[in-house]
């Protein structure tokens, strides 16, 4: 169930039935030389989408931009600044629980979020703890892929998957967009591993195509689909066992 083709009427009953929701985030920014600027907000949302299918979860519009700022140097990229995600995760949150909703299940394509999304939750808490008059609530962020989804990452791509421009999350969008599937060369065919990186012009220095780690024309649509059969399980239980929490 979708938040966005839902009326508010029908948000009402489902909250008589859960006060859960899925919140897809992601980033736009480049993902290397044949994956999309939308990799990591179309990965989440393909994925939360797909649970929101399985159990009938409620499912709110994709948080598309993300805090890219390392990706600033590639044409295209968009940053939010740390303290501009930190209040969009705050008053997202805020407005749906004024509603009722109660437990915020965040699916994440993007390692550049955690520390502000998480600066966000405990923003959240941080008002209550301190006598704000608000209800309490859960908040909760994964990684689209589980643990049984790590296990097919590893068998399918090994140590080729990388840390940007990984073969999953590229096969995962090219399952679900494969009207924009891309093919280029690549030299090197596997790009240099990260020792970490600073601001954007540091990051395009040392990852001069964008990839880090990864060998992504190992990517295919196949791949892609049993990862999302797989990332949609995992989700589902996590989701679920949050729920319970
Ligand atoms: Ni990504």
Redesign the pocket.
Known sequence: MQLALSTWQEVESYLKTSTGIIVPIGSVEQ?GPIGLIG??HLSSEFVARGVGEAIGAMVAPTLAYGMSQHHLGFTGSVTLRPSTLIALVGDVVESLAVHGFRRFFFVN??GGNIASVTAAFDQIYAARSLGEARPAVHCRMSFWFGPRTKALIGELFGDKDGS?ATCS?VSLVQYAHQEAIKHAEMTPFQAPRSHGFFDAADYRARFPDGRIGSASSLASPEAGKRLYETAVADMTEAYQAFLEY
Request: avoid cysteine; proline fraction near 0%.
């Open positions: 993902h990799t990591d394509g993007h940007h999350e």
